[in-house]
């Protein structure tokens, strides 16, 4: 059972801020993993779920936050119990300088994924914020949208002040999905290769059919699916980065069958390779 109402956002790009909440029951199962070409910070309220989120699997529970950069791929689980989440979208300019400078990582805090956690104490306050925030987006006018990006900002600079950062991510944040992080990252490192279901199964230590069905439990798509996504996120890079022909990126990026590629490309960014390149 799902309570209050979804941002209003889609796969475009987005032109202001959009903050929600939900609250999601046990068992609950969202419709398919995603990825979008705006910022996410995704707060527990109360209660936990598990984040497969850059080729890793982790553990949220209540005052931690996820900061998800454009474009990367990430599946939400709620297997344990109700969880209430609240979720902010907004992109890189709706962040004051002053307010990126004073957070970790001398300038460069949203160039990947971040967990950071509040203390007990002050979650009262982070709730009290993203209420406020809900109620804008709700208004929905011209006020409201110049509202939720000083809002959004003061959440970052009451972050910065009282929130604990996990800079690398530690092993006491992960779940227990060893392999399935495993067969991911395997992927990740291999995506030039010609590997095989055998080779990820083999990364993973389980056999292909086993890890077919676990995969697709914990990450909401297949191990083929997943790598042929990882394939397309290194080609579009390296379109708009390197000089190199559009064969020559496929070959690179694993693709041995030139069409595919380009069909597979067209069907996750809506557009050619030669003409996202030209955008």
Request: some cysteine.
């Amino acid at each position: 059972m799902a309570t209050a109402r979804q941002p209003r956002i889609s796969n475009e790009q987005i032109n202001k801020i959009y903050a929600g909440s939900r609250l999601n029951e046990a068992g609950f199962v969202m419709p398919a993993p995603h990825c979008h070409p705006y910022f996410e910070l995704f707060y527990v309220d109360s209660g936990a779920c598990s984040f497969f989120v850059g080729n890793n699997m982790y553990d949220m529970s209540e005052g931690d936050f996820m900061l998800i950069p454009p474009n990367v791929f990430h599946y939400t689980r709620y297997e344990r119990c109700a969880c209430r989440r609240s979720n902010v979208f907004f992109r890189a300019e709706d962040v004051d300088g002053n307010v990126a400078a004073a957070l970790p990582g001398e300038g460069e805090f949203f160039d990947r994924q971040r967990i950071f956690q509040v203390p007990e104490a002050f979650r009262g306050q982070i709730i009290a914020l993203l209420s406020r925030m809900l109620k804008e987006d709700r208004i929905d006018d011209m006020q409201a949208a110049i509202m939720l990006r000083l809002q959004l900002n003061e959440l970052f600079l009451l972050c910065s002040r009282e929130c604990k950062f996990l800079d690398d991510l530690p092993a006491d944040i992960h779940t227990t999905y060893g392999p399935i992080v495993r067969a991911a990252q395997f992927m990740s490192d291999r995506y030039m290769d010609d590997i095989s279901m055998a080779d990820i199964a083999a990364a993973a230590g389980y056999s292909p059919n086993y890890l077919s069905k676990k995969f697709r439990e914990a990450t909401g798509t297949g191990v083929h699916e997943y790598l042929v996504f990882t394939r397309l996120q290194h080609a579009a890079l390296e379109l708009l980065s390197t000089d190199h022909t559009i064969t020559e990126i496929a070959a690179r990026c694993g693709f041995s069958d030139g069409n595919y590629f380009k069909d597979a490309f067209k069907k996750k960014y809506g557009v050619t390779p030669r003409e996202y390149r030209r955008s």
